[in-house]
């Protein structure tokens, strides 16, 4: 049976923009997708500085908030640290987990990528969790254990976060709640995406692991997104493939025209 393709499109700003330039993104990319793409759900994740003024000239349109980080507990002690409260408060819908370089760069650990996405279930945020495997790994030839080793961590310690089959009822819905980003390491700002195929291969692996996992329809509901050097010329190739509902994108979403050019393209994919 053909899954429904629910398209999502996302744009990771990482550490880019000030407020005006914020504002200035937002004049035009807004122009371009307001008219057109209805279908297509579309996410900016801009750095925590800049969530309140996204934010604000978001309301009223359908484009959601999602932030780049969060930290697992509610409040207390942390400091620099921003909780799931916060980013509701806000009006984040979504919140980007385990992403490959806080995973490098900051030390992320899959046992603390599993109590982050538990925290932005809880506040009722929708995780975006990375997982992809290195250039050393892949040459290796170790791209599915390392995923299986992500997901499992991720998602099954130190308890299952989504339902199992056992419970049973309405348990497929629970997919919604939890978006998979397919991130190659090697592929990440490097211009070198991967082919369409092999990330197919590996979204078919991804969604066939939380079957296992899971259940089969949290397994056909969730989305599965590929990132890694996507931009206006390889969009199409990634999104065609059946296990793909669609994208997230660092360095081109960061010029509005083409991340709007992007979600004009999932729109009619
Ligand atoms: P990139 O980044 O599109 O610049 O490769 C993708 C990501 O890190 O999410």
């Known amino acids: 049976m053909e899954?429904?393709?629910r398209r999502l499109v996302v744009a990771n700003w990482k550490m880019h923009f000030v407020r005006a330039q914020a504002l200035e993104y937002l004049r035009v990319f807004t122009e371009r997708v307001l008219r057109g793409v209805h279908k297509t759900e579309l996410v900016l994740a801009p750095p925590f500085t800049l969530l309140e003024t996204v934010g604000r000239e978001l309301q009223g349109t359908a484009i959601k908030l999602a932030a780049q980080d969060l930290f697992y507990e509610r409040e207390g002690a942390f400091t620099?640290?921003?909780s799931p409260?916060?980013?509701?408060?806000l009006g984040c819908s979504y919140v980007?987990?385990?992403h490959s370089e806080r995973r490098r760069l900051f030390g992320e650990t899959n046992e603390?990528?599993?109590?982050k996405l538990r925290a932005a279930l809880d506040a009722e945020l929708i995780p975006i969790l990375c997982v992809g495997e290195t250039l050393e790994e892949r040459r290796?030839?170790?791209t599915q254990n390392v995923l299986e080793t992500q997901i499992r961590g991720a998602l099954l310690a130190p308890s299952p976060l989504l339902p199992s089959p056992s419970k049973g009822r309405g348990a497929g819905g629970e997919g919604e709640r939890l978006v998979i980003a397919y991130e190659p390491v090697w592929a990440i700002g490097t211009g070198v995406n991967a082919e369409p195929e092999e990330a197919e291969a590996s979204a078919l692996f991804?969604?066939?692991l939380v079957d296992q996992?899971?259940?089969t329809e949290i397994a056909q509901r969730i989305r599965i997104l590929y990132g890694g050097s996507v931009k206006p010329e390889n969009f199409e190739g990634f999104v065609r493939q059946p296990n793909i509902d669609g994208a997230l994108v660092g360095g081109a979403s960061l010029d509005p025209e083409a991340f709007a050019q992007m979600a004009q393209i999932a729109e009619r994919c």
């Not at 409260?85 to 408060?89: A, E, G, P, R």
């Not at 603390?112 to 109590?115: D, E, N, V």
């Open 85 to 89: 409260l916060m980013l509701k408060d």
């Open 140 to 142: 290796a030839g170790k």
């Open 80 to 82: 620099g640290e921003i």
């Open 96 to 98: 980007i987990v385990g």
């Open 213 to 215: 996992l899971f259940n």
């Open 206 to 208: 991804i969604r066939e």
């Open 112 to 115: 603390l990528i599993s109590k």
């Open 3 to 5: 899954r429904e393709h």
